[in-house]
């Protein structure tokens, strides 16, 4: 579709800019939390430690522990305030401006959502990173198996169902951006296996037991039924050879 755009011109008005600043604090004030207990440990640290080769031999392991104990406080931390500022969207056709509540509701759960999940990554275990998606709005079954590097875009956008396979690199993306932000919900069924470094776009429901391939594009709205695989860009339904008997 051809995009004409939204806005022409800069809205100044006060709404606007009190969210515009709100959108840049915020996360400064959050993640500023975040740092508190890491940047404690290292003083703490570098207060007791009394000779040089004790911060030689100590120090990378402190340093280790410091940033593992910043991802747990970003988990706790960002998903906290996402909560606690109802930043949750669903689905719908909005308006891209600051104007629009939810607009800025997007914008700013991504801001809190985006870097913590950049840290996760860095030791990526699949529990760790399922349980902060179910901190933030996913609805995520048992035995959900992500395969790392994943992009989760809009989780509270997001179900999936029991023991399914999220391949390595694979997108699932819940959101639009053309004449409108547009949010739908992606379901994906029990016992499905969505192929690495897929792309599945908004509204796109996946059957139990279906089978996206990998490197494949699911298009937005699209269906793929139980019991069958789909592959391509676009994915299509890939059909089974047939076997020829051979005299």
């Known amino acids: 579709m051809k995009y004409t755009g939204e806005e022409t011109k800069y809205d100044k008005s006060s709404k606007v800019v009190i969210r515009m600043i709100l959108l840049f604090l915020t996360p400064v004030f959050i993640y500023s939390l975040c740092l508190i207990p890491p940047v404690a440990i290292i003083i703490m640290f570098l207060y007791y ?24 406080s970003c988990v706790f931390i960002t998903a906290g305030a996402i909560r606690g500022f109802r930043l949750l969207y669903r689905d719908g056709a909005y308006g891209k401006s600051m104007r629009d509540k939810v607009s ?14 950049k840290l996760i990554h860095v030791f990526f275990l699949s529990p760790l990173y399922a349980t902060y998606l179910r901190f933030v709005g996913a609805k995520i ?8 590097r994943n992009n989760i875009a809009d989780p509270c956008a997001v ?28 379901k994906i069924g029990n016992n499905c296996l969505v192929g690495g470094e897929s792309l599945t776009m908004p509204g796109v429901i ?15 709205y699209m269906v793929l039924k139980s019991k069958t695989h789909y592959g391509g860009v676009p994915a299509q339904e890939l059909k089974k050879e047939k076997k020829e008997n051979h005299k």
Do not use: C
Request: proline share 2%; hydrophobic share 50%.
């Open 141 to 148: 079954g048992k035995n959900v198996f992500f395969g790392g």
């Open 206 to 220: 996946m059957e139990d037991y279906a089978v996206l391939g990998g490197k494949s594009l699911a298009t937005k």
């Open 49 to 72: 430690v009394q000779t040089l080769w004790q911060i030689i031999v100590f120090l990378p392991f402190v340093l280790m522990i410091s940033f593992l104990v910043l991802l747990i």
């Open 159 to 186: 179900e999936i169902g029991d023991n399914t396979l999220i391949g390595g690199g694979a997108s699932i993306l819940s959101h639009l951006g053309e004449d409108k932000l547009i949010i739908k919900t992606v």
């Open 104 to 117: 800025f509701r997007f914008s700013l759960y991504y801001a809190l959502y985006r870097p913590t999940v």
